[in-house]
């Protein structure tokens, strides 16, 4: 009860928490000097001041003493104030102020502090212990006698007598000193390995977080490069806008001066026309005989048709003389200047033509059809007497690009809306060409295949499934090769494009673009090598 009163004693009655810097009024109350500054503050302008505590009214705000001797006490006691808000264990024979517990003796069931300690029995049957208030988990819960063994039978501590008369009489028993160096030993092998998992995963961690930095640093930078290059590419299409509707009005008014003079002509001899009709007409319309045969010049008709043949022929002319708006031109100027813009693109990502890639006879299965261009396989019901040579696949309808791909950057498409399944990849040339299922193309270490059948794809490698996929429903499929990275990518070419896989190795071989025919044709639509 003292103790908790003088713990009442050094807390400040405004923050309810030890003093800091105290201060006392004439009342002599004492509080933290923030905390009384703060409440006579928002009492300015009231009227008056007061104590917090006892209600003393001020006229004036009320000067603030410093209490040295208060101040004193609390930095003796502050850390001890503190130690019990953090364990709130204290030493059992402290009277007036409780001093924190540095021990706990099992026998006399007492916490222990630094002074008492010193003048405690150090006879053996007093065990002293980390200080702790559940004392009773530390004694045998049957004979109420301390735990001063450790059943390795049954991993669990007893007391003497649950080693000599009880249930574990006969087992192999231990000090909790042997049996704790032995598990600390266990606990250390297991602290050394999980130090070393931390140490490697923070590793791959800032590997990751590397890698994403310069993910996020390429990315920044191709956005900036593309946000150029379609700045100066929509400039580009601006001019080209205007010198091909240039061109439709200069051959507008090309064509348009000669007919605007024949249409013209043609207006004027309608109205000579109709003008000799009126005239013709009224004669027709005349009852005198003899007025009607005086006025022969008008019914003289041969200078009409004359005229008329001339216009005709005029017009002909004109129409055979393919006098209409050079369309052809006009898509040439568009046609070339698009060809220009897709130069400009294809430069800006490095990309040229590369030799057009067949497809090699000479390793085709023998039911395979391979069309004049070597760009189609095929299967076929009849056999094709291909000749007998070491590269051709024996079992499987496979068949090999002439062309090998090594030391740069490659991409083919290949056209399969025609097939239902089918396995596109790549593949070292001394893949095994005798074999049945371990000579197709994924279902060994030397080959990589984008797999499908109906509606499902399965990338594969090594024999093994290693990413399956759903409803491709692209027609034609990409493959991209980055031969010094060691990376073999496949993309469905469906609007928008769609990374599918990227396989990752080191590439022991040069590489050959690889298909298998299940049903329905497969044609190479096109290569390009990345300089």
């Not at 109709?274 to 010049?297: A, F, W, Y």
């Not at 893949?431 to 059948?453: A, D, F, T, V």
């Amino acid at each position: 009860m003292a103790s908790a009163d003088l713990r009442d004693e050094l807390d400040c009655a405004i923050c309810l928490d030890i003093y800091k810097d105290p201060v006392n009024l004439r009342c002599g109350h004492n509080f933290c000097r923030v905390c009384i500054d703060h409440v006579l503050d928002t009492q300015e302008g009231s009227g008056g001041y007061s104590c917090p505590q006892c209600r003393l009214r001020f006229q004036d705000r009320p000067s603030l003493q410093k209490n040295i001797a208060l101040r004193n006490i609390v930095e003796t006691f502050r850390p001890i104030m503190v130690n019990k808000g953090k364990t709130g264990i204290f030493c059992s024979y402290c009277i007036g102020f409780s001093m924190p517990a540095v021990k706990s003796c099992l026998l006399c069931e007492a916490l222990l502090c630094e002074k008492h300690l010193k003048i405690h029995s150090r006879s053996p049957e007093h065990v002293l212990t980390e200080p702790t208030t559940s004392m009773e988990k530390r004694k045998c819960s049957i004979h109420k006698k301390i735990l001063d063994y450790y059943c390795t039978v049954e991993a669990t501590c007893i007391c003497v007598s649950c080693s000599l008369a009880g249930n574990h009489q006969g087992h192999k028993v231990e000090t909790l000193e042997e049996a704790c160096k032995k598990k600390k030993i266990i606990l250390r092998n297991v602290l050394q390995k999980l130090t070393a998992e931390r140490e490697e995963t923070q590793e791959r961690l800032q590997s990751l977080q590397e890698d994403m930095k310069n993910v996020q640093e390429k990315s920044s930078g191709l956005t900036e490069e593309v946000t150029t290059l379609f700045r100066d590419l929509r400039r580009q299409l601006e001019d080209l806008e205007k010198r091909v509707l240039s061109e439709i009005s200069r051959q507008e008014e090309q064509l348009s001066l000669p007919l605007s003079d024949l249409i013209q002509q043609l207006e004027i001899k309608k109205d000579k026309l109709s003008r000799k009709m009126g005239d013709i007409e009224e004669l027709c319309n005349m009852t005198d005989p003899l007025t009607v045969l005086q006025e022969s010049h008008t019914w003289d008709l041969c200078d009409t048709e004359d005229g008329d043949n001339e216009d005709r022929e005029r017009h002909e002319e004109f129409l055979h003389d393919g006098r209409s708006l050079d369309v052809f031109g006009i898509s040439h100027t568009l046609q070339a200047g698009l060809s220009d813009m897709i130069k400009e693109v294809n430069a800006f990502f490095n990309i040229q033509e590369a030799a057009d890639i067949l497809l090699d006879v000479n390793t085709a299965h023998n039911y395979l059809l391979i069309s004049d261009d070597k760009k189609t396989v095929s299967w076929s019901n009849i056999k094709q007497n291909h000749p007998e040579t070491p590269e051709r696949f024996r079992n499987s309808a496979q068949v090999l690009s002439s062309r090998r791909f090594s030391l740069g950057r490659y991409y083919l498409e290949v056209d399969v809306s025609q097939s239902e399944r089918w396995i596109v990849g790549m593949c070292y040339p001394s893949i095994e060409r005798k074999g049945w299922l371990h000579s197709w193309i994924g279902y060994n270490k030397k080959s990589w295949g984008l797999y499908r059948q109906d509606s499902h794809c399965s990338l594969i490698h090594d024999n093994r499934v290693i990413l399956s996929l759903n409803n491709i429903p692209s027609n034609r499929v990409r493959v991209y090769l980055d031969y010094e990275a060691g990376q073999l990518s496949f993309y469905d070419l469906f609007d928008p494009i769609r990374h599918l896989y990227t396989f990752t190795t080191s590439f022991t071989e040069p590489l050959h673009a690889a298909l298998w025919v299940g049903k329905g044709p497969l044609k190479l639509s096109g290569a390009q090598e990345v300089q």
